[in-house]
């Protein structure tokens, strides 16, 4: 079974950027399609952005569409999550996911100061 393990998360201020990364090991790390999502206290987990297994496709909801940009790299069995123009409402947990198995990683915070 796959594992994840996510890095990179912090505090940052309204504006600036953060770039979270997730190791994958345990499976083919390319026949996975990948994602994050993200959970802030009292709220529900919330999708931010897939990618395809080969990286080709990409998807984002409206609210980081032009903001995040997710990427992966097969060849180290990673995926990356770059965000930019980051907002107080961006706060919260930030998890990896393996969308084929259903695995989570262990999530990393993400703290946007106003």
């Known amino acids: 079974q796959v594992q994840l393990v996510e890095s990179g998360g912090g505090l940052v201020q309204a504006g600036g950027s953060l770039s979270l990364a997730c190791a994958a090991s345990?499976?083919?790390?390319?026949?996975?399609?990948m994602a994050w999502f993200r959970q802030s206290p009292g709220q529900e987990r919330e999708f931010v952005a897939a990618i395809s297994y080969s990286g080709s496709t990409t998807f984002y909801p409206n609210s980081v569409k032009g903001r995040f940009t997710i990427s992966r790299d097969n060849a180290e069995n990673t995926v990356h999550l770059q965000m930019n123009s980051l907002k107080p409402e961006d706060t919260g947990v930030y998890y990896c996911r393996d969308l084929r198995n259903n695995v989570w990683g262990q999530g990393t915070q993400v703290t946007v100061s106003s």
């Open positions: 345990g499976q083919t790390f390319s026949d996975l399609t």
